[in-house]
């Protein structure tokens, strides 16, 4: 044991340029790979960078190839094909993603659309002349909802000799929707009103003269026109049967397009977020 004790021990001079610096925390990153990471950082950055440009770019190109086809009132045959081929451009941007009913929720105003439902509404307005229709809207309702919740198809439209130009009165097809699929939401409509009304001053002078103390009842039937409220259930009314809808496919959605097509060959659809529509 005192051999061992007295015996000593050596080992050869280890230089200081071959000893590894050693993070405390087991990451032994030199300058070299700090570099190449924040060379990668940097070039993926640009690539995101670029894609939403030309995202940009892309939904540009859409929103002008629409603009001058009266919301589709007017669109001619190479139009319809140069506003398809940019839709599906748009489209291509998040395929396969689902949708976010969050960012769904809110109001969104028509800018085009190839439906013959609704493309009817422009054809009327421009062969009768007294008869407009204003802005188109959808207003989802589905913020703090997983699958589904409540659209309102808008339509603002006047009779000039009697309401108030383009917002005379408000025409709201109210439905419940399901979403079935990642993109695909079943619409289940439920009511048909019109609220809104707002008569022209010539008229509100003929029911009521300024000039002259109005009465009691002239006041009322004003307040009656100011509120009325037409209402139309459109739900089946018997047991087992569905109610009317349709299954609709929300082709592209960001905080500011909406892009929609009606299964079916219903037509395509191109909305913006809009401001907040109180009805």
Not at 189 to 206: D, Y
Request: glycine share 6%.
């Amino acid at each position: 044991m005192d051999r061992i004790a007295s015996a000593t021990f050596s080992c050869p001079a280890i230089s200081m340029s071959r000893v590894r610096r050693i993070s405390p925390f087991g990451l032994n990153f030199n300058t070299n790979h700090r570099k190449r990471f924040s060379c990668q950082v940097a070039v993926a950055s640009q690539v995101v960078i670029d894609n939403e440009l030309d995202l940009e770019h892309k939904k540009h190109d859409l929103l002008r190839a629409v603009q001058d086809t009266q919301r589709g009132l007017t669109a001619t045959s190479d139009q319809r094909s140069i506003i398809e081929e940019a839709l599906v451009t748009v489209e291509g941007f998040n395929g396969g993603e689902a949708i976010d009913l969050v960012k769904l929720d809110g109001t969104w105003r028509l800018q085009y659309t190839s439906a013959p439902d609704v493309v009817v509404l422009f054809e009327a307005a421009s062969r009768l002349p007294f008869f407009q229709v204003g802005q188109i809207f959808q207003k989802f309702e589905c913020r703090d909802r997983s699958d589904g919740g409540i659209i309102r198809n808008v339509v603002q439209w006047s009779v000039p000799s009697l309401l108030e130009d383009q917002e005379g009165a408000t025409l709201v097809v109210t439905a419940k929707f399901d979403k079935v699929s990642s993109r695909n939401i079943y619409l289940q409509f439920e009511e048909i009103s019109v609220r809104n009304i707002n008569i022209n001053e010539q008229l509100q002078a003929l029911i009521a003269p300024a000039i002259l103390p109005r009465s009691f009842l002239s006041l009322q039937i004003l307040q009656f026109i100011r509120t009325f409220n037409a209402q139309i259930p459109v739900t089946a009314t018997s047991p087992g049967r569905r109610s009317v809808g349709g299954l609709y496919y929300l082709s592209y959605l960001d905080n500011n397009m909406l892009l929609g097509r009606a299964v079916g060959g219903g037509g395509v659809f191109v909305f913006t977020k809009s401001q907040p529509l109180e009805l």
